[in-house]
């Protein structure tokens, strides 16, 4: 195994979670979004009768999860 | 051997949609890399650009998972 | 394979499934508190690591010995390329413990699924990785809460700048997601790797040993494919065993070292 070269203890040329860590916060964003306005929609449905609403919470959620991430992962 | 198969079809459908994710997420991946390792310092400039793709390609992925619990 | 050849031998095989997985030692077959071989398993696997890391760093020394290398290379990956890297060199010493444990019991639980003779992985039941992904719940939820006050926790959920009409429901999207959605996907991706993994094993080996020995030679060619199959997969399972305890410890770091980040 290839030790890493040292680095001393105040390097902070990062000042947070490596940009590659964003990959899971796109997959989380994209399962809360379908999960809750899935969910609210299956709700909706549950209550009201229709068969459609879970089509539009989840579309909802998809659309506002591809919102968050073009906010705060798209534009630099 | 007789036997009766079980299930749904929604697996079978989510299984062959996620085929199109995997491939399409395979394919930005690879033009990332291969930007970053022509260009190293067009790093910063195409790290959106690569997450932007990958969610568009991941959201039709998760969708048909959850269309295969909801239907 | 013709339905002829298959419908002449081998009586009914009743394929492996979620059945298989409980394997009670001690007490009813219906009980929530009967002890269970995973059960047991956990805690030995608990023993194991403390023997091991108390034998590696008994006789320290400039020049490692073997358990002390060995010892020193698995702390040393998870201190660096997971610890530092994703919580910041300034405050990741004081989670260093949580995240080599983490790795180290996750990583020897999954390698019990494919040892001889032990051959269960302890995270295919969903109680384990639930109790870990709470642990990681309520770590980074309680260092964002000491950082930025109750309510500026809360504040700081919504990124800044977005037009005002919107900020309710992305509230409720980004609420949804680190109270629900994280420790979900958390244990569910650990649970779902083993259980599967097991599962897939057994298929192949149940189903080699079944086609060959109650087989015609159709069979008992198919049977010894299976069989191959079987140890190519104990490799695959090898490979996904190591990278879900890694991921399941970088997901920690990284959730702590967001809830400690500066920004917004």
Redesign the interface.
Known sequence: ?V??PP??????E??????E????G???????????F?GLG?LADHLLGTSWL?LVG?LT??G????????????? | MNGTLNGNLNLIGYGLSAIGPGVGIGLIFAAYINGVARQPEARGMLQPIAFLGFALAEALALFGLVLAFVL | MSALVLAAQGEGFTPPGKEDFWWPILGSDTSAWTLTRPAVMALLSVALLAWFLLAATRHRSIIPGKLQFVGEGAYGFVRESIGRDLIGSKDFLRFMPLLFTQFSVILLNNLFGIIPFVQYPTMSRYGFPVALAAITYFTFHAVGFRKKGFVGYFKDLVPPGLPGWIVPVIFVLEFVDKFITRPLTLSLRLFANMFAGHLLLLVFILGAEHMLLTGGPALKVAGVLSGVLAIVMTFFELLVEVLQAYIFTLLTALYIGGALAEEH
Request: no cysteine; proline share 8%; charged share 15%.
């Open positions: 195994m030790t890493p680095r001393t203890p105040y390097d902070d990062h000042d947070g979670p490596l940009e860590a964003r990959a899971w796109v997959v989380s964003y994209l399962l809360a979004g379908l999960l809750t899935g299956l879970v989840l959620g998809v506002l999860a591809f919102y968050l991430i073009w906010f705060r992962y798209g534009t630099p």
